[in-house]
C-alpha cells in the first residue's frame, strides 16, 4: 500500500491566512530589484492558500491520478501562533475526522496538540486515539516550544501505549514564526527518552539534510521524510540526497511524504512521483518500494 506520510488538509481553517502572508513577505525580499512591482505582487500573491479543499475530494482525485493509496492529514494546532485566526481546536480535528470519514481508507489522521494546551491537550490526544483511530502525532515547534520539552512527555507515553509515532517539523518555515526549536537535533534529547516511539524528522531529506540523516543512522527509531522533495528537484540536489541515503545505507528510514497541498504550485502530484525516486537506474524496485510502502509499515510496529 502506498502512503503518502506528509499532507495536509486545504483549508483556510486549518492552514490560517497569516501562515502564508509570512512567506509572501520573505519572498518580495529576495527578488531582483529590478522585477517591476506588477511581478513582485503577482509572485507574492502565489503564497497563499489556492485551492481550498474541505471536503478531500479534490486531494483523493490527486491521490488516485498518481497511485497513492492513502495520505497522513497532518492536524497542525495554530492556536497559541495565530489565536485570532485559527478556530477551536476542536473543531479542526472534527474536519480532519468528517474528510477521513467521507473518503474510507484514504485518510490517516495524525493529531496536533501545542503542549501549552496543558491537560485539556493530553486529554484531547487521548480521546482522538479511543473515540476517532488518529494514527499519530504531529508536533510544529515553530509555534514556539521544542519537541524535547518535557510538557510532552504525556503525548509521548500515549504514543509508546498505542504505538503511534510522532512526525515533527523541521527547518525553517512562514517567517510569522520561529525558526528556533526547528533543528533535528532538537528532537535528540526525546528520542533518546523515549526509545519505543518512533520519530519522523519532517522534511529532513531537503533541509538540514546532514543532521537527519546522521541521526536517522545512528538513532534507532527516528527516521526522515520527503515532503518538500519537489524543491529539492527543482535545485537539482534530490538525486545526491538519495545517493546518500543509498550510500550510508539508510534508505530503510526514508518515508514518502509530499506535504500537499503546499507544493500544488508546482503541478500535480502525479507529475511528481516519477521523480521522487532520481533519475532512473538510481534506486532498486525493492529500494523503491521500502520508501512508498514498506519503510511506514515499521512505524506502527514499534515494540
Ligand atoms: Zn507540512
Redo the contacts with the bound molecule.
Sequence with gaps: MILDC?T?LASPHTLPEPFFAGWGENIRRLLPPDLPERHRAKIAARYRLERPDPSGDQHVSELNAAGIDAAVS?IVDFGFAFPEAFPPLEEVFALHHAMALRHPGRFWVFAGIDPRRGSAGVDLFARSIAKWGVRGLKLYPPCGYSPSDPALDPYYDLCAQHKLPVLTHTGPTSPRLSFQHTRPMDVEAAAQRFPNVNFIL?HGAVVHREDAALLAEYRPNVYVDT?GFQVAVKRGEWNDTLMRYKRHGILRKLLFGS?WP?HAEHGPLSGWMPRLTGEPGLLTAAERSWILEDNHRELWSCT
Design positions: 506528509h495536509h497532518l519532517a515532503a506535504d503546499i
